[in-house]
Nanobody, 127 residues
Framework: QVQLVESGGGLVQAGGSLRLSCATS????????VGWFRQAPGKEREFVAA????????YYADSVKGRFTISRDNAKNTVYLQMNSLKPEDTAVYYC????????????????????WGQGTQVTVSS
């Protein structure tokens, strides 16, 4: 069982920045592909960004490309989502997800690809 804990959410004005963290105590976290998803009220959970276990491959939703950056520090068992130029439409609960994969460069972009999920952190962007 992998427990994921998100942090870093909050209230920010449009144009501002936040950095989300997804941490685990799992020592083998470097064996997991990780992704960020978000869910706004009344909407389905949607893909935001993903990073391979080797950290050399990333993928972004078109809506966040150029504004968000996903990264990981395997020594700290933590994945980050740096969010810049935030917009009100970025308001949502943000979830990190992880799944063990052998392929070092594989990125996973759908909810069904992931077995492990965090509880989420709220991000609210005011206009």
């Amino acid at each position: 069982q992998v427990q994921l804990v998100e942090s870093g959410g909050g209230l920010v004005q449009a144009g501002g920045s936040l950095r989300l963290s997804c941490a685990t105590s799992r020592r083998t976290f470097s064996s997991y592909a990780v992704g960020w998803f978000r869910q706004a009220p009344g909407k389905e959970r949607e893909f935001v960004a993903a990073i391979s276990r080797g950290a050399d491959n990333t993928y972004y939703a078109d809506s966040v490309k150029g504004r968000f950056t996903i990264s990981r520090d395997n020594a700290k068992n933590t994945v980050y989502l740096q969010m810049n130029s935030l917009k009100p439409e970025d308001t949502a609960v943000y979830y990190c997800a992880a799944d063990p994969r052998i392929n070092y460069r594989l990125v996973l972009t759908t909810t069904r690809d992931y077995d492990y999920w965090g509880q989420g952190t709220q991000v609210t962007v005011s206009s």
